[in-house]
C-alpha cells in the first residue's frame, strides 16, 4: 500500500510506534483486537489496507483517536501548505533525502542574520543556502544529537558568531533525552518530536513513551497558527495536529 502524500509515517508506521511505546508485542495487539498476527504484520509493512472494525480495534488497544486513525488509514489526511515567512523571519527548507533530517535556514531580516537548525543534509545544500541570504551564521540549533540531523555541523561549527536571536526553547524529551524545540512566535522547529499526522520513535525504555507524548501536548498548546517545521516530512500547524493526529485524542 503506497501513500498518495508526502507524510513521513502513514498507518503502518503509526500502528508500529504505538504498539512498541505500549511495550506490546504483535501477539499481544492480535489477541487483544482479534486481528491475527499475520495481518498486523502486513498492516505495519504497508502490505495491506484495514478494515475500518479493525482500525476500531487497534485504537482502541493503541490508544489512539479511532476518527484520525481512520482517515490515515482511508490516504484522507494531506497536510495544508503552511507560511515560511513570518514578518522579517524567512525560513529556507532544505528537505532531507533518504537517511537525511530536514534542514532549516532562518533568515532574520530584521537583523541580517541567520540560524542553522539540524545540519544534517549535505553541506554543498546548506552552503548554498548560507550564500543566497548573505547574511552571517548567528546560531546553530540542535533539535537533538542524532547523527541524521548532524551530519554537516562540523563544517559550519567554527563559523557561528553567537550574536543574540529571539526563541524560547522547550525541553521536548521523548525521541532523546536531549530532545528540545525553538519556539520563534510563529513558528517552532520540532524536530522528531511529531511529524504531520504522527510523532518520532520514543525510546525504548520503560516510561518514554508516555514522556514523548507529554511533550507532544506541551507543543499543541501553543497557538493555533504556529507552524511546526519537523525534523522529517511536511511542515503542519499545531490546529493541524490536534485536530488530525491520532496520537492525540479528543
Known amino acids: 500500500m503506497s501513500t498518495k502524500y508526502p507524510l513521513e509515517d502513514e498507518f503502518g508506521d503509526i500502528i508500529k510506534k504505538a504498539r512498541l ?32 472494525a479493525q482500525v476500531a480495534a487497534l485504537a482502541k488497544v493503541l490508544n489512539l483517536s479511532q476518527a484520525k486513525l481512520q ?59 548560507l550564500d543566497e541570504v548573505g547574511y552571517p551564521l548567528a546560531a546553530i540549533l540542535l533539535t537533538h544529537n542524532h547523527g541524521d540531523h548532524t551530519k554537516s555541523l562540523d563544517q559550519f561549527a567554527d563559523r557561528v558568531q553567537d550574536t543574540p536571536l529571539d526563541y524560547t526553547t522547550i525541553a521536548t524529551p521523548g525521541h532523546s533525552k536531549d530532545s528540545q524545540t525553538y519556539y520563534f512566535g510563529d513558528c517552532a522547529f520540532v524536530g522528531d518530536l511529531l511529524f504531520a499526522g504522527s510523532v518520532g520513535r520514543a525510546l525504548p525504555e520503560t516510561g518514554w513513551y508516555s514522556t514523548h507524548l507529554d511533550s507532544v501536548r506541551k507543543i499543541l498548546v501553543l497557538p493555533d497558527s504556529t507552524v511546526l517545521f519537523p525534523g522529517h516530512g511536511p511542515a503542519t500547524t499545531v490546529e493541524s495536529e490536534r485536530q488530525n493526529n491520532p496520537f492525540i485524542q479528543d
Do not use: W
Open 71 to 129: 482517515a490515515v488509514a482511508n490516504e484522507q489526511y494531506v497536510p495544508d501548505p503552511v507560511a515560511t515567512t513570518f514578518g522579517k523571519l524567512e525560513v529556507h527548507v532544505l528537505a532531507g533525502q533518504p537517511g537525511e533530517a530536514n534542514c532549516y535556514v532562518l533568515a532574520d531580516h530584521a537583523k541580517g542574520q541567520t540560524a542553522l537548525i539540524d545540519p544534517g543534509v549535505e553541506t554543498q545544500r546548506i552552503q548554498k543556502v
Open 21 to 52: 511505546g505500549s511495550g506490546l508485542s504483535v501477539t499481544d495487539v492480535a489477541r487483544k483486537t482479534g486481528v491475527d498476527e499475520e495481518r498486523l504484520q502486513r498492516m505495519e509493512a504497508y502490505e495491506i489496507r484495514p478494515e475500518p
